[in-house]
């Protein structure tokens, strides 16, 4: 999981907010130790404190004394909106943009995301709920 795309803390970081926006760290949840990540992923300790400290300071874990990190209250719901507008700006945008080029109508677009999310790439089945 960890390579050398990115600082290994940020991909430390990553991973944590993955799990919250998934579930599997849910809110007032007790996370991994940075000696946990570090042996984990065979990295420093202060490497994997690096990205949890990241997380502190955009509110996003806190600090239990004596006890370790712990999911905030409202961390999911933070992440969710950070990852819609960031999937705004690097998908839709220039989705749009391209098909404005191409002269692709706003309801032409829709009806192709529409059978796009209901196809997987086999052509099978739904890949989107609605």
Same mark, same amino acid.
């Given at each position: ?8 803390f940020m ?13 599997? $760290? ?8 940075? %000696?946990e990540f570090?042996? /984990? ?8 404190? *690096? ?6 300071? %955009?509110?996003?874990?806190? *600090? *239990?004394?004596?006890?370790?990190? /712990? ?7 933070? $992440? ?6 960031? /999937? ?12 404005? *080029? ?19 790439? %086999? ?5 989107? %709920?609605?």
């Amino acid at each position: 999981m960890i390579d050398d795309s990115k600082p290994i803390f940020m991909q430390i970081a990553e991973l944590i907010e993955s799990d919250i926006v998934s579930g599997v $760290l849910a809110e007032e949840s007790q996370v991994p130790s940075t %000696n946990e990540f570090a042996a /984990f992923y065979r990295i420093n300790p202060a490497t994997a404190a *690096k990205g949890v400290n990241r997380l502190v300071e %955009n509110g996003l874990l806190y *600090k *239990k004394r004596g006890i370790g990190m /712990f999911v905030a209250q409202g961390a999911r719901h933070q $992440l969710l909106e950070a990852r819609r507008h960031q /999937f705004h700006e690097q998908y839709i945008r220039p989705l749009t943009a391209e098909a404005s *080029k191409l002269g692709i109508g706003t309801q032409e677009l829709i009806t192709m995301i529409q059978t796009s999310a209901h196809t997987d790439v %086999n052509g099978q089945g739904s890949v989107i %709920n609605d």
